[in-house]
């Protein structure tokens, strides 16, 4: 996958790196979000869309598109790209890759004909984000905590691919484990696999929580309200895995003084190379499949 026009807009360092392995295959790579200090070949700095002159071949979007589904969601620099700008840039020959878009983006891509594909949709790619999503949080929680996670009562809200790596993880700790699922089916695969389980509206009437040491949310709606939150121990930590809104009342816990970290974008932030590289491979096996090579 050589000679090809793409265009990386915001996202976090997992963006970056993917910039300089597209360059070095001798693409021409426009950033927009990112500065790139050092002197790459075939990397060019952009400060908006309106500099580009030329037929992009791909648009590559962070992982997490758009907050607000007009704006691309960049981190790093004060710069604003909207989604109109890139479709406005788009052709029939533009593949777009994106992650998490809501529903009106999907739309305004299905409507403009944009062939578009969502990072998410790789069943490969899922499960490798699941594996170090999973990796990040118990690296999160041994960095957290004052105990070991040897025999801490550890509760997961949610069986998903993430709370099933979790899972199949902490058993390596010897960890006391509980999974919160509303899922017959879950919570029964749960059992099987070595966790005790509980229906997650149980989970404040059956007292379960005044004795965790270690809690990680993976669903995002809000599980950990007030109620919740006042039955957990003094050192509890919460590790919300889960996307927005999350699953904690989060300005609650502030007020007294539960320690919870909201971690999204693991991937990113804990194993960026790893995760490049599952993206590299996601853009590369689906531009081989269009017209676009």
Known sequence: MTNLNFLIIGGDIRLLYLAEILAKKNNTIYIIGHYIDKDIKNIINLNNISEINCDINCIILPVITSLDDETVNILFTPQKVYIDEIIELSNEDTTIFAGNCSYILLEKFKDNDIKFYDYFTDEKLTILNAIATSEGAIKLAIGNTLKTLYKSKILITG???????????????????????????????????????IHIKNIVKMNILEDVDIIFNTIPSMI??????????????????????????????KQINKKVIWAGGLPGKISPLSATEYILEVVEKNLRIGENI
Do not use: H, T
């Open 159 to 197: 069986f998903g691919r993430i709370s099933k790596m979790l899972l199949n993880n902490l058993k390596g700790f010897n960890a006391d484990i509980a999974i919160a699922a509303r899922s017959e089916e879950q919570r029964v695969w749960a059992e099987a696999n070595g966790a005790k389980s």
């Open 224 to 253: 950990f309200d007030k109620n919740a939150l006042s039955l957990l121990k003094k050192d509890c930590l919460i590790i919300d895995l889960a996307s927005k809104p999350g699953g904690v009342d989060f300005d609650f816990a």
